[in-house]
C-alpha cells in the first residue's frame, strides 16, 4: 500500500471509525445490553463528544452480519446468494427447500435492523433537548438519523412486508405493537426522508477528503426515497428524485469501471452511500475472506462464487449476444457433465488423462495443442465488466506466495499453486467454480488482513440510480422511451460496451424489451455488491431466473452440483422469525410460513 493511502487511512479512521470504534470498545456495557431496548438516556448525549458517538452508533448497524467467524449470510454482498448472479458451495436453505421461520437468518436481520431503529430514535427523541452541541450539527444529526432510520425499515419492508411501527423508545416488554401493512411503512419511510430533506443543514453533498465524508447527504435522500418510489410504483416521483441526485452533485465516476471499486476511489462521485470501512479489526469489510481464494492474501475461503448464468449474459463488446455454440459448434445441445473435456487445460498428463476417461469424458474432442485458447476466446471481447468482476478460466491473478506477490491462473484440473505456471488455488479444487474478482484484493498490499479491509462497500452509487431511472422512465413509456435508453448508454458506454440503438444486435423494438434490458443491465453491473436479490425479489422473478428446472450451484461448464428447489411463491416475503411472535402475540405471520 503506498504511502498517501496510509496516510489517507489514518484520517479516515480519525473521522469516522474511530468514532464508532471508541463506542463500542469502552462503551459496550452501556449500549449493547439490551439491542431491541433505548440507549439510556441519563446517561448519553450531555457532552459533545457523547453526541458524536451516539450518532455514530445508529451508523454502526449498517455494519450488521459482516463477520470473519464464519459467513453469517447477512452482509449486504452475501444476500445476492439468494439471487441470479452469486451462488454460495454451503447451500441455503432457501435453496434447498428447507427453511422456515425459526432459521437464524430471519431473526437476526429482523435484530440487526430494529438495533438500528432503536439507536435512532434515542437519538431523534432525546438528543436535541439534552445535548450542548451546537444547534446546526444537532439538526443535522437529527436529518442523519432520520434517513437511517428510513433505511432500515426500508429494509424490513423489503424483506417481510409490512412490520410493526416504533418511532418512540420503548422497552423490551412494551414491544408488543401489531404489524401494519406494506404501504403503511412505504409512507413511514417516507414521512423521514421528507424530514430530513426539509433540514437545510444536511449538505447536498460530501466532496472526497471532507472530514464528513461518508455521511448521509441531500443526494443520498434523494436516492433512498426515489428508490421507495419505485417500490410503490409512483413512477414520476421516483423520475423526479432520480434527477435531483445528479443535481446534487453525483456523477458516473469517468475512469475504468474496474478501478471504481479500489479503495483510491472509494471517495468519487459515484459513492452516494457506502458503508465507511477501514483496514482495522472489527471496521472493515470481510469481502475477501469470503469471496478470495486460497492463492489470495490472508489464504482466504472462496464461499460465495459466480454463477455461469450471470457469466453468460455478459455480450460482446459490439452488443452481440454471447452464445457458446459460436465458439464450439454443438456445445449448447451436448449432455452438460460432458461439456468439461473443452475446459480441460494444455499438456494433461497420463494421470489427468486417465481420469478424464474414467469420467467418460469424449476426449476425440480434447485439442492437446490448444484446449485453453480455444476457451479464451470464449471470454475476449466482451462487456468489460466480465473480467473485472469475474476471475474466468485462463484468466490471471495477482495473489499472494510466501509473503511476494505472485501471478496465479485458474487452471482445470488444478494441480499445484508453487508449479511455474502458478495455478490460481481455492478451498474447492475438486471443482471448477467461477470466482469473484469485485472487492476481492490482489497482490500484498491492497488489505493489511483478509477479515478487515479497507475499501468503502456503496450501498447507493449512480449507477443504480440512472438505472433506476431508466427503469422508471420505461414503465410510463408506452412505447420504447428514448430518455431510458439514453441513461442506460450512459452506464453501456463507460463500461465500453455499445450503446442501444446503435447496431442491429441492440436495437429494442418494444417497451417490454426494453425492461427487460434495464433489468439485465442491472444484473450485470452490479455484481456482488448486494443488489441482485432484492431486485429479483421487487420484480418477482425469482421462479424465472433461479428457480427453474435444472438450475442450482453449478460448474464453469453448467454441471449442477446441488440443484435448487423452489418451495412456492411465499419465498418473495420472509416470515416473521417465529421469536418475535413468540414474544408478541400480536403479531400475524405471513401467509406460506406456517403459525
Known sequence: MNKNIKLYQVRKYGLFALLVGLLTGCMSDLLDTKPYDKVNADDMWTTDYLTDLGMGRVYSALRAGYSSSGASHRALYQFDQLGLSTQCRDIHGFMNGTINSSNDLFKNVWKDMYTGIARANDLINNMPALSPSDEAKKRRYVAEAKFLRAYYYFRLNQLFKGVPVYLEEVEVEEMNHPRETEETIWEVVLKDLNDALAETALPDKYGAGHADYGRVTRGAVYALRGKVYLYMKEYEKAISDFEQVGKCGYDLFTGDYKVLFKEENEQCDEMIFSIQNIGVDKYGTDTQFYCGTRSSYGSCWNTFLVSPNIVDMYEYTDGTKFDWDDIIPGYNSMPVKDRQVYFLRDGLTEEEMHEAVLKGLDMSLYLPAGNEERIRKAYENRDPRLEANVITPYANYLGVLDGKDFNTTLRWP????????????????????????????????ETPNRAYCPTDFPVIRYADVLLMWAEALAELAGGVSTEAIALVNRVRERAGVAPLNSSPATRVNSRQELIERIRNERRIEFVNEGINYFDELRWKTLEEVVYYSGNGIKQVWGEVVSAYLWPGDHLYTWPIPLTEIQMNPAITQNPGWGS
Not at 490460481?424 to 484484493?441: G, I, M, Q, W
Open 414 to 445: 488444478f494441480r499445484n499453486q508453487n508449479e511455474p505456471e502458478g495455478d490460481l488455488r481455492t478451498d474447492t479444487p475438486t471443482y471448477f467454480y467461477y470466482l469473484h474478482r469485485k472487492f476481492v484484493y490482489e497482490g500484498m498490499y
